[in-house]
């Protein structure tokens, strides 16, 4: 009953996209606001009520178990702890496409219920826009991936999920990046009301920028996240490995960073009018992507666990109707919109197009590079495209643009000279090369970490320039989101580079007892027990390790065998210390009785996550400052307003 | 004059960003061509074998009978074949994954040293029963082809 609730919810939430394509798309037509354009707003409002419905009914069905529904079946098992058996809701293909529905009719919700600052032609685009967006995954969803399909005959037990998923950390990953794509989807339908009614606008860029900050402020933390969670759950002591599906989330980032910061642009100055506009469709077409590479198993992957191609072919048809329809459209219009405010080179506005232009850059090689081996293999060859490519060509446009990102803050909008900033760019030149010479003397590493570490160094200091001279007090909080963000690309980068350039590891078979040593860690093995869980039964080593004369730590990794499905995974255990992380994987008995042990001690490597942290956290900053600063300027505006009208009231009187 | 120069800005910025975008296209399609040689078959990497450290992945099959643990306990060495006369031999350090077995597919990254063995950093095998590294699902299929006609030849 309940499954056939959510169902019906579904069709409901289809016709009402349809209600909302059509009412704009009237709207445009007439002077007159029609009866149907009335209805877009409640419309879009119904629609994303609904569709919570629809989620909460399959939440329902994965809660109680119930067997009858397919998708439950095959997903869940009774056995399984309650917050699995909930993330397990999302933790398939079918319920992730609906999920990614559902947070994208409550967003189209959300902005016909407050958004009222733009003129309501624009809006009525923008919800059309919207609404044509959704259809085609209602469409998926109804048409061949049914969530609710019930079985002919109820199941006995549930099929159980993947248990490299069952997770806490994971529970809440695939969320997170579907809210930073949905977030990117608004802002899509924003350029394209925008490009339809021929009104991009600062006002407009103003509107559309705290949507694009949350996506950004998601897709950092989902990414962040994921880098963690591949770092410990696939024991591999790597945390990022260009995987395709790391570069699904990381493709739609880097476009948001761009449009981040090209909407900045164009708020503030009145520039780069056009360049926005395509950046907003390149994001969205970015997320799309990237849900299509996840999803249809094209690509090689380890993280590939729910594919299908025919859905794939599904997702590629929808991609191409929005990505050509909106790139269509943008040639088709790009002309009509009209040059923005001028600036020199070197200027703040100028320093952003380059970040953008590199960003850009960064996308062009990440996307060729994930691509690739689709187009090779049209021609029977089988290429594996790996960090090889990935690391030298991406650092090419990665460093310059650090570099830039450094000092540009600093500069002025409109006209400046690099007079001007001599000092803090005389600064921060010297502290690379110091940090450069002092590194390459303490020994043998690689170009790209002792490149990373330097500049790594010279961005942390650097971010704080532009607080120089001003009343802490008085920073917009804006401004300390800015500078947060940037300083947290500084510490991700010590962590990426500290990681790789001092990284010791140790792999040795051990008898108990035996010791090893690995950095200035002493670890001893001093027990391997048999463990069992709820769904799993684990050998557990019980590691200690000692660092000079400091109390033990007690590191406890496994190896887990699940039973439903059957699979062997490695629990790895971690010790976190202020300056780094010793990490421990336990692994196969050899025949003479040994344990095999692998040790890793990784300075600093926490700094990728908590850097990670600090963007995110200087994202919401942002965010914050600049929607308590509309609301502000909205309430004065009123207050001016009723002063207004009072003051020619009384005057008449 | 304003006008001209307002256009003229606008083709500059277009003409900035279309250059940094080609050059990074160009580059990284000239880096792909590179990487063109990463993917070995056995017989590929017997005939025209990469320089000595340079990284490539090997696919192919564990060789039965090949799977050897060195005295250090976890050093592990084995053949990976094309089921045919290409034998590669392949020595890891390190916690094998699950379902490594003989017989079985593996992808190996890595690179040949000196003495012709390939040392490989990491192995990509099958995840769980119903995963295949996506190099190999063709060959197997190909393999089992090609096993297939072999013993049904001469029974016409």
């Known amino acids: 009953m309940i499954a056939e609730l959510g169902l019906a919810a579904l069709w409901l939430c289809a016709a009402l996209a349809v209600l909302q394509l059509i009412g704009g798309a009237l709207a445009q037509r007439r002077d007159t606001a029609s009866g149907l354009a009335a209805m877009v707003r409640p419309a879009a409002m119904l629609q994303g009520l609904l569709a919570g419905l629809a989620f909460a009914c399959l939440l329902w069905v994965f809660a109680v178990t119930d067997l009858s529904v397919k998708l439950v079946a095959t997903n869940s098992h009774s056995l399984k702890p309650m917050l699995f058996k909930l993330s397990g809701a999302w933790g398939n293909h079918e319920g992730s496409m609906l999920l990614w529905v559902t947070v994208m009719a409550l967003a189209g919700g959300l902005i016909a219920m407050v958004e009222k600052r733009l003129p309501e032609k624009t809006m009525q685009a923008t919800l059309a826009a919207q609404g044509f967006v959704a259809i085609g995954f209602y469409a998926f969803l109804l048409i061949s991936s049914n969530p609710f399909e019930r079985l002919a005959v109820a199941a006995v037990e549930g099929q159980g999920l993947n248990p490299l998923l069952q997770d806490a950390g994971l529970a809440f990953h695939p969320p997170t990046l579907y809210f930073g794509y949905v977030g990117l989807s608004v802002a899509f339908s924003f350029a394209v009301g925008a490009l339809l009614t021929r009104n991009v606008t600062p006002e407009f860029a103003r509107v559309m920028r705290p949507w694009v900050l949350g996506a950004w402020v998601f897709l950092t933390l989902g990414i962040t996240a994921g880098s963690y969670w591949a770092y410990y759950e696939l024991g591999w002591g790597g945390w990022w490995f260009w995987d395709p599906v790391e570069n699904a989330s990381l493709m739609p980032w880097l476009a948001a960073t761009a449009l981040l910061h090209s909407v900045s642009v164009l708020a503030a100055r009145d520039a780069l009018r056009t360049w926005t506009i395509m950046l907003g469709v390149v994001a969205f077409s970015m997320s799309m992507l990237g849900t299509f590479l996840v999803r249809s198993g094209l690509l090689t992957s380890v993280h590939a666990f729910a594919v299908d191609p025919e859905r794939g072919t599904f997702i590629l048809f929808l991609l191409a109707i929005y990505i050509g329809g909106a790139l269509l459209l943008f040639g088709l219009r790009a002309g009509h919109v009209r040059e923005g405010e001028r600036f020199q080179l070197t200027s703040r506005e100028g320093a952003l197009v380059f970040n953008n232009v590199m960003l850009s850059a960064i996308l062009g090689i990440v996307l060729l590079g994930t691509l690739y081996p689709l187009l090779t293999e049209a021609f029977d060859v089988r290429v594996s495209v790996g960090p090889p490519y990935f690391n030298p060509v991406g650092a090419i446009f990665t460093i310059p643009m650090l570099l830039v990102m450094a000092v540009g803050p600093l500069l002025r909008w409109r006209r400046d000279s690099i007079e001007r900033i001599k000092l803090p760019i005389a600064i921060v030149t010297s502290i690379i090369v110091s940090v450069a010479v002092l590194a390459a003397l303490m020994g043998d590493i690689a170009v790209l970490p002792l490149l990373g570490l330097c500049v790594a160094i010279g961005l942390a200091v650097a971010s704080f320039l532009p607080l120089r001279g001003r009343n802490l007090l008085r920073v917009p909080i804006a401004t300390w989101g800015m500078v947060l963000a940037h300083f947290g690309i500084a510490v991700a980068l010590f962590g990426m580079a500290s990681d790789s350039a001092f990284t010791k590891e140790r792999l040795a078979a051990l008898q108990l007892g035996e010791e090893v040593t690995v950095g200035d860690w002493r670890v001893t093995l001093d027990g391997v027990d048999p463990v069992a869980g709820p769904n799993w039964t684990a050998m557990e080593a019980q590691v200690s390790a000692w660092r000079g004369s400091g109390a033990p730590i007690l590191l406890l990794p496994q190896s887990r065998n699940f039973w439903a499905p059957p699979m062997q995974t490695s629990e790895s255990a971690l010790a976190t210390q202020w300056d780094g992380q010793l990490y421990a994987v336990i692994g196969n008995r050899t025949e003479d009785g040994r344990w095999q042990l692998r040790v890793w001690w990784k300075p600093f490597v926490t700094f990728i996550w908590y850097g990670g942290l600090l963007i995110a956290l200087g994202g919401a900053l942002a965010a914050i400052g600049r929607v308590m600063a509309d609301l502000k300027r909205r309430s004065v505006r009123a207050r001016a307003n009723s002063r207004r009208t009072e003051r020619r009231a009384k005057g008449f009187a | ?156």
Do not use: C
């Open chain 2, 1 to 156: 004059m304003s006008g001209l120069k307002a256009k003229h800005q606008r083709l500059v910025l277009i003409v900035i960003a279309l250059v940094a975008i080609l050059g990074a296209g160009l580059l990284a399609a000239w880096a792909l061509r590179n990487q063109a040689n990463y993917f070995y078959l056995p017989d590929q990497l017997v005939e025209a074998p990469p320089a000595p450290g340079q990284p490539v992945r090997l696919g192919g099959m564990v060789a039965q009978g090949s799977i050897r643990t060195l005295s250090d306990g976890v050093t592990v060495s084995f053949v990976v074949t094309d089921q045919e006369a290409a034998r590669v031999p392949v020595q890891f350090s390190g916690i094998l994954p699950d379902l490594f077995v003989e017989g079985s597919g593996v992808v190996a990254e890595g690179s040949l040293n000196r003495d012709g063995v390939f040392i490989a950093d990491n192995l990509l095998a099958k995840h769980d029963e119903n995963y295949v590294p996506r190099e190999l699902q063709e060959i197997s299929q190909h393999q089992a082809a090609r096993m297939a006609e072999e013993t049904t030849v001469g029974l016409e």
